[in-house]
């Protein structure tokens, strides 16, 4: 950890951390995703299916769920303002999503030792019903991700 986030925080970091990436974030934003909230290893990303984000079944395009899960990833492995990369993902489809569902990723920490991160990340709709299960893997690499 920097100099600087030792002076802040856990919560702060993350928030920090979370309003760092989020500005440059071309393509979660372009994809209507908010950050919900943010803690140190933790974090809910909430989006939106649209008629664009449709596959040729009529239902989400698993990518468009892949990438829900992966922001909200990347948002808790680095919201110790360490910056961190995915390693590998893996992601098991339950359950169908479909236009207008709102759709609610939650990232939560299951280990990080040493440079290594673990994460699982829980996708529902708006019922409360799981749609996908993701796993990362995340490494810290060099460098925190701003505000501190």
């Given at each position: 950890m920097n100099d600087a986030n030792t002076t802040m925080d856990g919560q702060a970091l993350a928030e920090a951390a979370r309003d760092a990436m989020f500005e440059s974030d071309?393509?979660?934003?372009?994809?209507?995703?908010?950050?919900?909230?943010?803690?140190?290893?933790?974090?809910?990303?909430?989006?939106?299916?649209?008629?664009?984000?449709?596959?040729?079944?009529?239902?989400?395009h698993g990518g468009m769920i892949f990438s829900l899960a992966d922001s909200c990833f990347a948002f808790a492995c680095n919201s110790r303002n360490q910056r961190a990369v995915a390693m590998s993902c893996v992601i098991d489809f339950i359950k169908p999503a479909r236009e207008g569902d709102v759709l609610t990723a939650a990232a939560r920490e299951v280990s990080l030792v040493g440079r290594n991160g673990i994460y699982d990340i829980a996708v529902s709709n708006g019922d409360g019903e799981q749609v996908a299960q993701f796993r990362g893997k995340s490494l810290v690499i060099p460098g925190s991700v701003g505000g501190g």
């Open positions: 071309h393509c979660s934003k372009s994809l209507g995703m908010e950050v919900l909230s943010v803690a140190a290893g933790r974090a809910s990303m909430r989006m939106t299916v649209r008629r664009d984000m449709l596959n040729g079944h009529g239902t989400c």
